[in-house]
Structure formats: C-alpha cells, structure tokens
T-cell receptor, first 116, second 112 residues
C-alpha cells in the first residue's frame, strides 16, 4: 500500500467555522507533512512531524493547528480562516529509518478548501 | 534559506521532441534534488531524484544532471509523449530532506 489518503476531498467553510482535515498512511512512514498549494503555484511547506513530534512549523498562523495522534494519522484543525486561506492542502509522508530519511515524499490527493 | 528558481515557466513541444527544464538553487549546503510531476487535478509524484555525490542519473526517457559548482540542475525528457504533459517541479533540500523547497514549476505541453 503506497497510498496517502486524505479526507475530505472538498471542504467549504465560513470564516467562523471549525473544521478538520485528515490524512492517513499505512506505509510505516515516520515523517508526515502538511503542504499548502495555491493554483498554478508550487506546494509550500507548512508543518513537519517526525516520530509524531512537530519538528518544523513554517511560521504558519495559529488558525491552523496540526495534530499527529499516532504514526499513521495526521490532522489539520482549521478555525477562523480567511478567504485567502482557500487552497489545496496536501498531506505527504516519507520514510524515516533510524534518523536516516529517504527523500521521496508520497503525497495524498489533497483537500480542496474554500473559505467563504 | 534555500531559494529555487525554475525555467521556463511553460514549454510546448511536439511529440517525439526532447524537453529540458532548468533549475538553480541558492544554498550550497543543499544535497538532494528531486523532480516531481503533477498532472492536472492530481497529486505531485516523484519521477527522479539526484543526490549531490552524483553528476547524472537516468531512468528510461528521463535524466537529471547536476552541476554543484554552478548550483544548477536540469531535467531532460527524450522522445516526449502526450502523457508527459503536466507541471514539473524541481526541488532542493539539505540533510534530512524535511525542508524541501520547490521551484515555481514548468507547464509542459506535448502536442501529438
């Protein structure tokens, strides 16, 4: 199984709503990532978890709150978002064995978020 | 931090032609350079990568070259096919691979 599964595929929310994006992988990968991708732009790194601990936060606003409940799951909690946060949110994972990481990122299909 | 520039932004070729996409990076400490292909509405997928101890790598119709002195690397696709049409992103990262910085992308269109 080389799949990274993201739900929901599409999400529309108002600026006062609270919602969550979910990501799951069963490849035994110990590094998991959230990227944001705007139309016709490259993916931008938001957060990195390594062995269920947050290792990188790219100065993301606190209205985005990541969570890694276990080695297979990654969530992104959304609260009080702005219309400019509308984008494709990509989850990814990579292998991490004894501190030596292979480079390949396995991306999910993404959750397309629209903030009204 | 690392900055990756990518050219051209769009590239149109006829089926069977070759296509070349070029990237430059700023951080001399970067040592891992992958290329991702993203078809319309799909996820990015790794197509080839190269590490700094190698100057060239080939996989069937695709190849990547790396010039560490000049801090640039290139993707070469030979005998292009319509299914090669996609956006291609180069990227660079240092030790640990976690902080991958993507280039701005090249939209490749292969016409039959």
């Amino acid at each position: 199984d080389t799949e990274v599964t993201q739900t929901p595929k599409h999400l529309v929310m108002g600026m006062t709503n609270k919602k969550s994006l979910k990501c799951e992988q069963h490849m035994g990968h110990r590094a998991m990532y959230w990227y944001k991708q705007k139309a016709k732009k490259p993916p931008e790194l938001m957060f990195v978890y390594s062995y269920e601990k947050l290792s990188i936060n790219e100065s993301v606003p606190s209205r985005f709150s990541p969570e890694c409940p276990n080695s297979s799951l990654l969530n992104l909690h959304l609260h009080a978002l702005q219309p400019e946060d509308s984008a494709l949110y990509l989850c990814a994972s990579s292998q991490d064995i004894s501190g030596r990481r292979t480079g390949e990122l396995f991306f999910g299909e993404g959750s397309r978020l629209t903030v009204l | 931090g690392e900055n990756v520039e990518q050219h051209p932004s769009t590239l149109s070729v006829q089926e069977g032609d070759s296509a070349v996409i070029k990237c430059t990076y700023s951080d001399s400490a970067s040592n891992y350079f992958p290329w991702y292909k993203q078809e319309l509405g799909k996820r990015p997928q790794l197509i080839i990568d190269i590490r700094s101890n190698v100057g060239e790598k080939k996989d069937q119709r695709i190849a990547v070259t790396l010039n560490k002195t000049a801090k640039h690397f290139s993707l070469h696709i030979t005998e292009t096919q319509p299914e090669d049409s996609a956006v291609y992103f180069c990227a660079a990262s240092g030790t640990g691979f976690q902080k991958l910085v993507f280039g701005t992308g090249t939209r490749l269109l292969v016409s039959p």
